[in-house]
């Protein structure tokens, strides 16, 4: 086996990358991932000690990483965190921007209908993965612009394919993250450097803080009615766990996919080639 030819096509040592969230279930695993394959990961997240709980694993691994405080939602945060990255790696290669997720609130439910769903409620969701994908990219990006190359990957969700019911703020803000990517692909090759490339993965059904109170009952952990009808409309039977994002990520970031950009790959055990029928 020609292990040379492997990494020229997926090798990512040395490469520095951002995370955004990265101290949640899905991006810790990325990060982690990241770290293994020699990737220097800078974890941001608006709460430091689980940014350092993953940054801390890495390095028990052996990479190399730090943890830093950022509020995707606060530009000078932001630009601060880029400094921290720049002042222990020298560059950013690599954005993910994971940070995200949804909340009761924005949620319709047996004892809240969609008449009313609070505004404040539905624009803290829309904010967090919308706008909080927007701003990293105009900080992080604007350095790859700088230096003619880099990689951006968003985090959408299969409700920008499809709305889920009981979820309107969610699935509209994942729309808009996976009609984002396709808009800033076009525009950093156009405007800047057609060797900067934009993509987004999109998860099916992985059990999160942030969906756990809508797929299991709080009491039993078993599988609620919801929870029930995904398993039934998921081809391979089951949730999603962290590990399954881990190689179409890793193919992403590479220069395997040095002519992918603009897309958006579902990873979601068939459920989006699934009519139900």
Known sequence: MDTNYLNKLFGLEGKVAVVTGGGGVLCGAMSLALGRVGVKVAVLDLFVEAAQRVAEQIVAEGGEAIAVQCNVLDKPSIEAAAQAVLAAFGKVDILINGAGGNKPQASTSATTSFFDLPADAVQWVFNLNFIGSLLPSQVFGKLMAEQKRGVILNISSMNAFR???RIPAYSGAKAAISNFTQWLAVHMNQEYS???????????????????????????GELTARGKAIIAHTPMGRFGVPEDLISTMLWLLSDGASFVTGVVVPVDGGFN???GV
């Open 163 to 165: 709305p889920l019911t």
């Open 194 to 220: 057609p060797d900067i490339r934009v993509n987004a993965l999109a998860p099916g059904f992985f059990l999160t803080e942030q969906n756990r109170f809508l797929l299991t009952e709080k009491d039993t």
């Open 273 to 275: 080639a699934f009519s």
